[in-house]
């Protein structure tokens, strides 16, 4: 998850470790905070794997120079693929998505599309799971039945919010073709926004 926030960033503009730290935070609205723990190593396997390059930047106020990184052509097959890849488990998903999303202006509208359906599929999964367990345990401790209720609220929040940004994509793009016609569309797509 770190990897594809720290190449979504390095896409804008080349940036050393303490800017790409201050940027996260502003990307992800506060939503997510790295330590510089993870960043720094991160950045350097990053770095081994062809997926960014750091050159010796401008000497800090400190005297020291602080290395600014970069992305490469194989840093962006890397992002892409990262940004599209299928969800893990619930927990880490929930994380990964908002990741993802802060960085979605990089697909094409179609590819928007799917991995929020997806993702408001993946819910409407957890959804019934809530309410099947609901339904099983109607007696059960105040405060485990005080978390379900919560978990159904929030989960029911989070498809209506995906539904609405779908259904926005959707008008903003022309996108009304069914599943089918889809792949076809997105060819088209793809085609007139290489030309604006």
Known sequence: MLELAILGLLKDRPMHGYQLSRELGEALGGLWRVSYGSLYPTLRRL????????????????????????????????????????????????????????????????????????????????LAVIKDSLRANPQGDDYQLALMEHGLVATESDIAWLTGLIQSERSRYGITAPLGDRRRASATLRRKERTI
């Open 47 to 126: 770095e081994r794997e062809g997926a960014v390059v750091g050159t010796p930047g401008p000497t800090g106020g400190a005297g020291r120079r602080k290395t600014v990184y970069r992305i490469t052509d194989e840093g962006e097959r890397l992002f892409l693929e990262l940004l599209q890849e299928q969800p893990h488990d619930g927990q880490t998903e929930d994380a990964r998505f908002r990741v993802r999303l802060a960085f979605f202006r990089y697909l094409p509208p179609e590819t928007r599309i799917r991995l929020m359906e997806r993702r408001r599929a993946a819910l409407q999964e957890r």
